[in-house]
């Protein structure tokens, strides 16, 4: 069974430009996390999808960033317009019941 | 904030028992306390999880203290490949959603050749 996947691996981007970042859950998981580590800080929850509706969005930074999960299956994260801060590592998991399967993550860096 | 506290760092020879506290004295009935790993820069690896009785599986084993404000993982017999960061997670889980994970700093094992 395929595990979590994500896409890209690694994205380098200036100040002010665009990213989208893809997360492909464990088929028939209907839960699905966003999480993301920034520099020398500790992993952060970020939002919570089930199916296609967000249960929980508490750890959204700020406006700038927008996660969808169009049709319950994959999901996005677009960071718009990214800043430098936004440097880290993100991380997506799924879930069928309790417990949390994670993906290797996107590695996001902000020039 | 994480409601869990572990040493930041322990080293243990390969092929012993690795031993990982976990203090969470505040945990509730119903929550639940989870391992992870992060090797290197990897995503968190899932590693084993219980709430009051002791739990085995593959990976390793689960110690939960009879009044539940302490853990402790064990890895049987510790590999070059278990060094990583291992997260202690108290976690809720509701009929009402599955919580989100709150990870701390972890305690950093280097298994020793």
């Known amino acids: 069974e395929a595990g979590v996947t994500q896409f890209p691996s690694h994205s380098v981007i200036e100040k002010g430009q665009t990213v989208t970042l893809r997360c492909d859950p464990i088929?028939?998981?209907?839960?699905l996390y966003w999480y993301r580590r920034v520099m020398g800080k500790e992993i952060k929850f970020l939002l919570h999808?089930?199916?296609?509706?967000?249960?929980?969005e508490s750890g959204m930074p700020n406006n700038r960033f927008l996660a969808e999960r169009t049709g319950g299956t994959y999901s996005t994260l677009k960071v718009q317009p990214a800043e430098l801060e936004d440097s880290g590592v993100y991380f997506c998991?799924?879930?069928?019941?309790?417990?949390?399967?994670f993906g290797p993550g996107t590695r996001l860096l902000v020039l | 904030d994480a409601k869990t506290t572990q040493p930041p760092s322990m080293d243990c020879a390969e092929g012993r028992a690795a031993n990982l506290p976990c203090n969470h004295s505040?945990?509730?009935?119903?929550?639940?306390v989870y391992w992870y790993r992060q090797i290197h820069s990897q995503g968190p690896q899932y590693i084993i999880h219980?709430?009051?009785n002791n739990e085995t599986n593959e990976m390793a084993s689960l110690i939960i203290t009879e009044d539940r404000k302490s853990s402790t993982l064990i890895l049987p017999h510790a590999t070059l490949r278990d060094t990583a960061v291992y997260y202690c997670i108290v976690r809720l889980i509701s009929n009402f959603g599955n919580e989100k994970l709150t990870f701390g700093t972890g305690t950093r094992l280097t298994i020793i050749p």
């Open positions: 219980g709430l009051k």
């Open positions: 999808f089930v199916k296609e509706s967000k249960q929980d």
């Open positions: 088929s028939g998981h209907d839960n």
């Open positions: 998991a799924s879930s069928l019941k309790e417990t949390q399967y």
């Open positions: 505040t945990i509730s009935g119903n929550e639940y």
